[in-house]
C-alpha cells in the first residue's frame, strides 16, 4: 500500500483539523507554521484554539509510539519532507471587502524558494477561501516564476475546498457528504483523489469525489457560503414577519 506523507501549510482551525484527522486515518502529516510557540504547544499535545474533541485528538495521537505526525516551524523542512503540501492559510476580508490574499501569495513564494532544490514531482493544494483564478493565476504562477519549473510537468496543482463548521469540524472532516477536486490536469487530480481514497475508502459510496477544473473548484467554495447565508437571512426574514 501507497503510503502518503502530506504537509498542512497553515494551522488554524482548518489547517490543524484536517491535519489531524489525516494522521488519524494513517497518513504521514507534517504541520506547518512561523510561530515557535504554536508549534511548541502542540508537539505537546495543547491546541491553540478550541475545538470540540480536537485536542483529544492531538494528544492521542502526539503519545502514540508510532506518531505520525509533527509540527515544525518555518516551510522548508515540511515541504522537503512530503510529497504533496496543502495551503491552508488565511484569506480574510479588507476594509474595502476585498479579500486578503497576502498570506496566500507568501506561502506559494516560499513554496517556490523550495521547489527550486527538489527535483521530486510535488502536489501543491490550496484549500484556503480563494476568489476563482487565485489557484492558477496567483498560487500556480508565483510557484513558477519563483521555481523555474512548470506545472502540470513539475508540480501538480488543485483546489480543494473545504467545508467545516466550527464545533463539528472533526466529523466533517471525517465523514464529508461530498469531496470537491480542482484540477490543473488530470495528473494532479488522480493523485489527490489517491489520497482521499485511503482517507476515506468505504465512506466514498457515500461521499461521491466530484473533478471539475480550478476555477469552478473556487466557485463552488463561494457558491456553498452564499447558500449557507441566504439560508439564514431567509430565517431571519421570516422570523420577523
Do not use: W
Amino acid at each position: 500500500m501507497k503510503k502518503f506523507n502530506v504537509s498542512v501549510l497553515g494551522t488554524g482551525f482548518v489547517g490543524l483539523t484536517s491535519a489531524l484527522c489525516f494522521a488519524q486515518r494513517g497518513v504521514k502529516v507534517v504541520a506547518s507554521t512561523h510561530d515557535e510557540k504554536k508549534a511548541n504547544l502542540i508537539n505537546q499535545g495543547i491546541t491553540p484554539f478550541y475545538e470540540l474533541g480536537l485536542e483529544e485528538m492531538l494528544k492521542e495521537i502526539v503519545n502514540r509510539e508510532d506518531c505520525n505526525f509533527k509540527c515544525l516551524v518555518g516551510r522548508e523542512q515540511a515541504i522537503l519532507d512530503t510529497d504533496i503540501s496543502m495551503i491552508t492559510v488565511g484569506t480574510p476580508i479588507k476594509v474595502d471587502r476585498s479579500i486578503d490574499l497576502s498570506l496566500m501569495e507568501k506561502t506559494a513564494r516560499e513554496i517556490g524558494e523550495v521547489m527550486k532544490r527538489k527535483d521530486k514531482y510535488h502536489l501543491v493544494v490550496v484549500r484556503s477561501t480563494v476568489v476563482p483564478g487565485t489557484t492558477r493565476n496567483i498560487v500556480g504562477e508565483t510557484i513558477k516564476k519563483i521555481s523555474g519549473k512548470e506545472p502540470g510537468k513539475d508540480f501538480g496543482l488543485c483546489m480543494q475546498p473545504e467545508f467545516l463548521a466550527e464545533g463539528r469540524s472533526i466529523e466533517d472532516t471525517l465523514y464529508p457528504d461530498r469531496i470537491i477536486i480542482g484540477e490543473f490536469d488530470k495528473k494532479s487530480g488522480d493523485i489527490l483523489q489517491e489520497l482521499y481514497k485511503f482517507i476515506y475508502r468505504d465512506h466514498l459510496k457515500k461521499a461521491p469525489i466530484l473533478r471539475m477544473n480550478l476555477e469552478s473548484a473556487e466557485l463552488v467554495k463561494y457558491g456553498n457560503n452564499c447558500m449557507l447565508a441566504t439560508k439564514i437571512s431567509f430565517a431571519n426574514e421570516f422570523a420577523n414577519l
